[in-house]
């Protein structure tokens, strides 16, 4: 195999438009065999030719592109004469849902997915705790040494044996309640019923406690700790503080479907709240806990804090399970059409993680008729972030939500509303008008006026020749004068005010491999670039507004590995300097927005290129890549907090020029080429809290390697790259439900070695090269799921391969010196 025309592997970067010395020191360069991958591995893999070339060397050919120099923040911008297929006409879209009442029936039990809150636990116990300590719906007091605690037993009775016997009354009713135990133990169960941590006390203070309360999951913590005092529990999986709590509110919420202890009836309207055991009820402190709305009831001193029963005949009984069920698990169960009344309810009942989760998923979920849905609901206090998430999608999505049944009843003014705005998106101008004429079809009531108001927004200006054409031809529906649409057609401003969009996030390109601005020399990069807006001309032209970030140290570097930390850090390592095997680096930068530099950090343990870096859990992991012509296996993790790089558990076996996403919290890594120069086909679920992390999943249709990976709508989506034909424009999603793979539309164009990015819902495709020609790209395509097609959004600042691409979050940031950086308005660290 070959990438460009040199050795096996990547090793031939510099073959692109290279003076005939460069060209001959490529053909030198070779790549050592390491040992194969396991037979899992190769099952999904196909055999290289054997003299590891791959294709022949083309000439040299002269570039189509401009010269832009990195140093010049006066971007041209580039032609956009790209070939490609047709735009897609409404009737080849894909059909959207006709409308809600076609989701699937929300009976069905086994289909329904389970949405838990990942904030809901640590509120539900740091309100737990502040009740506490302000001594507000104490139900037991405990006399240890003297001393008296006041406590809710519904907390300990979740950790504790003892104290569920008390809460089923079997305990006695002395007050206050008196523990033969050391002081330091009592308050390490405390903090473990209450923290999820021991805190500090001596083990066997700890130990002898948690024996005379009967609390299994403390005494294994202590066990835990000692064990690791001995070094004898190293490598020994733990739960962390998060886990111990969520086992610890799982306890809570088996009390409250067991009937234990409860201590407050509940009734909606004219129905009572019935648990699924003998009790009839809920717990009072649980229930303060898990949702402000009660919270406040039972705290405000008024009739319902103090009685046994509550009637709330405002609240309907769906609403009033619902809001207890997530009180006690941070989980909601409902399909589209559920989450939406869930989110009614969250809101108008002061849910706050609740409405948060509602929110997230119903964004999720988002479809022509679901967006619809959500209009009457577009000025609602609360749900204006799901609105706005809605709206996008509207903009970006037109031309299929134009097909969608539900379509004809939008508002005028709401669709003249998406019409006029710049941030519509759509391939073509007359995507908007064939949206227009169709509302207008469908409502032949219109009067006249409204509906030339509603063409107005059509941006006939922008229309290349070609489309004027099949505007006329379409033509306006019956009910309309034949002269209208002439008259606005003439009267429309050339070229008319253009559409442009801005992001809500930064997209960030580092680095990469370049070409001098005299075409003489490849080079690695040292610009870093942001684009700052989309902008749409005449036609089918766009372009890309970029802005510049302060530049890489010198000499630049390629094939690296780059990471955002929570949106707001940049992290860059590894790659390689040069276009020999043993310029790979081993150094990490760092630079957020308050930086005018980067900032050199903690170097990787291990010399690494063509590997992906992601985030996990807040932590950075760079996977695998090859060093001095060999491939690697290793794993290593960065914690940002410490400026420490440790090694983690290895792949199954080397790898490089592979792919990694983060799905749901799970990290997947695909293709890419093995240590003997094999394409792969696998993907992988990497689990590094495991021994044997790494988990085969179904395999790629294409083994491919210098591809794109990204996570988008609960899938990954697998874009280009090389493999065994050579350039690929291959591109297929994985579902994680049903361990396969769909192949979708192509790319238009190769990009092989690419940056790749999530920005608003779309996967991007930045630059990379061809393999058969060896020319650099500087396209940016972007594949829009809703669409199920390609768009080329505009070029890069240069044409540049073999560099990663980030998103930073610009709320954030401010843009200063005419755009050409970001700065941000916090202390560095």
Not at 123 to 147: C, H, I, M, N, T
Not at 249 to 273: H, M, P, T
């Amino acid at each position: 195999m070959g990438w460009r025309h040199g050795s096996s592997g990547l090793s031939g970067s510099s073959s692109c438009l290279c003076s005939p010395a460069a060209i001959q020191q490529t053909r030198a360069m070779s790549v050592s065999d390491t040992a194969q991958f396991s037979s899992g591995l190769e099952s999904v893999s196909l055999q290289v030719q054997k003299d590891c070339l791959g294709l022949p060397l083309p000439a040299p050919r002269t570039p189509c592109w401009p010269p832009s120099p990195d140093e010049d923040p006066g971007l041209p911008s580039f032609p956009l004469e790209e070939p490609g297929p047709r735009p897609l006409m409404p009737g080849n879209l894909p059909s959207p849902a006709s409308s809600l009442e076609e989701e699937e029936d929300e009976d069905d039990e086994d289909a329904v997915e389970a949405l838990r809150s990942e904030e809901h636990t640590s509120q539900f116990f740091a309100e737990a705790q502040r009740l506490r300590e302000q001594k507000l719906l104490l139900d037991e007091e405990v006399s240890v040494a003297g001393q008296v605690y006041g406590v809710h037993r519904v907390i300990l009775a979740a950790v504790s044996s003892l104290f569920r016997e008390r809460l089923l009354g079997r305990g006695g009713s002395r007050i206050p309640f008196s523990l033969d135990v050391a002081p330091r133990g009592w308050e390490a169960m405390l903090t473990f019923a209450y923290e999820g941590v021991l805190g500090p006390a001596p083990l066997g203070d700890v130990l002898a406690a948690s024996e005379v309360l009967g609390a299994p999951r403390m005494k294994a913590a202590a066990l835990r700790r000692r064990a690791e005092a001995e070094n004898a529990g190293e490598d020994e999986k733990k739960p962390s503080q998060a886990e111990e709590l969520r086992e610890n509110l799982r306890g809570i919420e088996f009390l409250y479907r067991e009937g234990v202890g409860c201590d407050l009836k509940l009734e909606a309207g004219s129905c009572q709240l019935r648990g699924e055991g003998l009790w009839d009820a809920v717990h009072r402190a649980a229930l303060a806990c898990g949702s402000e709305f009660f919270g406040a009831m039972l705290l405000s001193g008024m009739r319902e804090s103090q009685g046994t029963e509550v009637s709330l005949h405002t609240m309907s009984t769906q609403d009033l399970r619902l809001l207890v069920s997530f009180a006690y698990s941070g989980v909601v169960r409902a399909r589209w059409p559920g989450l939406l009344r869930a989110a009614q309810a969250a809101l108008q009942y002061q849910s706050s993680s609740c409405l948060d989760l509602c929110q997230k998923a119903l964004a999720r979920g988002l479809n022509p008729a679901r967006c619809l849905a959500l209009f009457p609901m577009a000025e609602v206090p609360g749900l204006e972030r799901l609105w706005n998430k809605a709206r996008h999608y509207l903009l970006t999505h037109l031309p299929a939500v134009a097909l969608c049944p539900t379509f004809p009843f939008l508002p005028v003014a709401c669709l003249a509303e998406l019409l006029d705005s710049d941030e519509l998106y759509v391939q073509e101008e007359f995507e908007a008008f064939v949206a227009a004429r169709s509302w207008l079809d469908a409502n032949p009531e219109t009067q006249e006026s409204d509906a030339k108001a509603l063409l107005q927004c059509v941006r006939f200006g922008r229309m290349s020749t070609r489309e004027l054409r099949r505007v006329r031809a379409a033509g306006l529906p019956p009910s309309l004068s034949p002269d209208l649409l002439h008259q606005l057609m003439v009267k429309a401003d050339v070229p008319g005010p253009e559409r442009r969009r801005e992001p809500d996030q930064a997209l960030v390109v580092i680095g990469g491999d370049g070409i001098r601005s005299d075409m003489a020399l490849r080079q690695p990069s040292r610009g870093v670039w942001w684009a700052r807006a989309f902008r749409c001309g005449m036609g089918l032209v766009r372009t890309v507004e970029w802005g510049r970030l302060p530049a890489l140290p010198a000499p630049g570097r390629f094939r690296h590995g780059a990471a955002s930390v929570a949106g707001s850090e940049l992290y860059v390592c590894g790659g390689q300097d040069f276009y020999s095997n043993s310029n790979t680096l081993a150094s990490t930068l760092r630079w957020d927005p308050s930086q005018e530099d980067w900032e050199e950090m903690a170097p990787l343990h291990q010399a690494r290129s063509l590997f992906p870096l992601v985030v996990l859990d807040g932590q950075l992991y760079a996977l695998g890549g090859r060093d001095n012509g060999v491939a690697l296996n290793s794993v290593e993790t960065y914690n940002p907090e410490l400026n420490v790089w440790r090694p983690a558990p290895a792949l199954p076996a080397p790898c490089f020029a592979h792919a990694a996403a983060v799905l749901e919290g799970r990290l997947y890594m695909s293709g890419g080429c093995s240590g003997t120069g094999q394409y792969l086909a696998s993907l992988l679920h990497y689990d590094p809290k495991l021994e044997k992390p790494g988990t085969l999943l179904s395999p790629m249709g294409v083994p491919r390697a210098a591809h794109v990976m990204a996570a988008l709508g609960g899938q990954l989506y697998v874009a280009g790259g090389l493999g065994e034909t050579g350039d690929l424009l291959s591109f297929e999603t994985y579902e994680p439900k049903t361990d396969s793979w769909t192949q979708l539309a192509p790319l238009p164009s190769p990009h092989v070695g690419a940056a790749g990015a999530v920005l608003q819902g779309e996967f991007l495709v930045l630059g990379g090269y061809s393999h058969q020609t060896y020319a650099l790209s500087h396209l940016v395509h972007a594949y829009c799921p809703g669409l199920g097609r390609w768009l080329c959004l505009g070029t890069l600042p240069r044409p540049r391969a073999e560099m990663p691409a980030c998103l930073l979050t610009l709320p954030t940031v401010q843009c200063v010196a005419l755009g050409t950086t970001l700065h941000q308005t916090k202390p560095a660290r």
